[in-house]
Nanobody, 116 residues
Framework: QVQLVESGGALVQPGGSLRLTCAASGFTFDFYPMEWYRQAPGEERERVARITIDGSNAIYADSVKGRFTISRDNTKNTVYLQMNSLRPEDTAVYYC?????????WGQGTQVTVSS
């Protein structure tokens, strides 16, 4: 079965950096685009970034452009989210997801807290 396991979340000070990792299994990883979403308390889930099958193209939410970078390693079935210049408003649970029709699959999430 499809499994997505996120890791790398932590408490970090404003201006700091984190790299999130999502380890995928149970499907042919390099057949599918991958995405990162986040959800802050009391807010709707928001798409942060999306990367194509071969990693050649990515799109970002306006709120993270220029600060976050999504990447993938198809040899390791892993997708990453490098987050720089973190702000308190980046505080959220971060999820990786893959859409394998007709279902969206989600990991359990990893908590990122940006606070001094």
């Amino acid at each position: 079965q499809v499994q997505l396991v996120e890791s790398g979340g932590a408490l970090v000070q404003p201006g700091g950096s984190l790299r999130l990792t999502c380890a995928a299994s149970g499907f042919t990883f390099d057949f599918y685009p991958m995405e990162w979403y986040r959800q802050a308390p009391g807010e709707e889930r928001e798409r942060v970034a999306r990367i194509t099958i071969d990693g050649s193209n990515a799109i970002y939410a306006d709120s993270v452009k220029g600060r976050f970078t999504i990447s993938r390693d198809n040899t390791k079935n892993t997708v990453y989210l490098q987050m720089n210049s973190l702000r308190p408003e980046d505080t959220a649970v971060y999820y990786c997801t893959v859409r394998i029709w007709p279902q969206d699959h989600w990991g359990q999430g990893t908590q990122v807290t940006v606070s001094s």
